[in-house]
């Protein structure tokens, strides 16, 4: 029913900016959230940021707390990922999810995340900040 496509990945160096895309398309009467996630080889999968799509109101992991910004564009059924001064250790794999369980336990983020409380995954879109 629901699918997500990621989008604006590539190379990028230290210190610059990024924007991601995460589109929606299928039908879905209630979408309250999304999340973004990373991975980097052998790494554990993080929440950078978790969206309550329809208060648009977005949390952010620790690790990325003032550097990435999240909006969204209900009109596209699109939500934006604004990578800036981006670190080497931003280096990952980038997608989105549905998440199913925000109204029950609100936004959550960081690492340690339970995976079945989220599906209809993206592809990815890869991220590699490099000089």
């Known amino acids: 029913q629901l699918q997500f496509v990621e989008s604006g990945g590539g190379l990028v160096q230290p210190g610059g900016s990024l924007r991601l895309s995460c589109a929606a398309s299928g039908f879905s009467l209630y979408l309250y959230g999304i999340a973004w996630f990373r991975q980097a080889p052998g790494q554990e999968a993080e929440v950078v940021v978790c969206i309550n799509y329809s208060d648009e109101i977005a949390a952010y992991a620790d690790s990325v707390k003032g550097q990435f910004t999240s909006s969204v564009d209900k009109d596209e059924n699109t939500v934006y990922l604004q990578m800036s001064r981006v670190k080497p250790e931003d280096t990952a794999l980038y997608y989105c999810?549905?998440?199913?369980?925000?109204?029950?336990?609100?936004?959550?983020?960081?690492?340690?995340?339970?995976?079945?409380?989220?599906?209809?995954w993206g592809r990815g879109t890869q991220v590699t900040v490099s000089t």
């Open positions: 999810a549905e998440d199913r369980y925000i109204m029950k336990r609100g936004c959550a983020t960081g690492r340690g995340r339970d995976r079945s409380e989220y599906e209809f």
